[in-house]
């Protein structure tokens, strides 16, 4: 069955220091999504992504976070100068169109020291 | 914006049911959906409502009522491997957008 995925499944930076998190969604996918869930709290909506281009993002994705499809089938998500509060599990997703269950990936673990 | 309210907690004991609801208030409405989620672990999808009425899919089920923004997700003969936490999301479509937005959780303990 095809499935989302994510690496690294876990990653530990320095603060300030840049981190890129990578996702391949499922191929014949359209819409690609990240979330982000701190420890035993919501999964929260960070961005959308048709067409090659952001179609929704929430407050939370500041400018210190950028999304981008390098190619056709990579899609990441860079966070610039990692803070202490942007240690959280990074969730990737992806649909097939804009209906319908969202497939998550395992998810990568940022731990920011 | 959306607003997803569900029980911080519920215990059941093994073999019973359980009944976990959730209410919504939100634009855009398009389609209610339930996720497993273990500890540790990513959301499983479990269901999605689009229109009124019960969804059965084999031990669990779900109900929509959108003119109540209401929704329960009913699990029957509960296994121990059924706790978790069960996350109420709802589909929003906005202009060329379209994303889940999740409740906080109801984390199931299944109890001997």
């Known amino acids: 069955e095809p499935e989302v995925t994510q690496t690294p499944s876990h990653q530990v930076t320095q603060m300030g220091q840049e981190v890129i998190l990578r996702c391949v969604p499922i191929s014949n996918h359209l819409y690609f999504y990240w979330y982000r869930q701190i420890l035993g709290q919501k999964v929260e909506f960070l961005v959308s992504f048709y067409n090659n281009e952001i179609s929704e993002k929430s407050e939370i994705f500041d400018d210190q976070f950028s999304v981008e499809r390098p190619d056709g089938s990579n899609f990441t998500l860079k966070i610039r100068s990692t803070k202490l509060e942007d240690s959280a599990m990074y969730f990737c997703a992806s649909s097939p169109g804009d209906a319908g269950e969202l497939f998550f990936g395992e998810g990568s673990r940022l731990t920011v020291l | 914006g959306q607003n997803i309210d569900q029980p911080t907690e519920m215990t059941a004991t093994e073999g019973a049911i359980v009944q976990i609801n959730c209410t919504y208030q939100t634009s855009g409405f398009n389609g209610l959906f339930w996720y497993q989620q273990h500890a540790g672990e990513a959301p499983t999808f479990l269901s999605y409502n689009v229109l009124d009425g019960l969804e059965e899919k084999g031990r669990f089920s779900s109900f929509l009522s959108r003119s109540k923004g209401y929704s329960y997700l009913l699990l029957k003969e509960l296994q121990m491997k059924d706790s978790a936490s069960y996350l109420c999301?709802?589909?929003?479509?906005?202009?060329?957008?379209?994303?889940?937005?999740f409740g906080k959780g109801t984390k199931l303990s299944v109890i001997p």
């Open positions: 999301a709802v589909g929003y479509s906005g202009a060329g957008s379209y994303q889940l937005t």
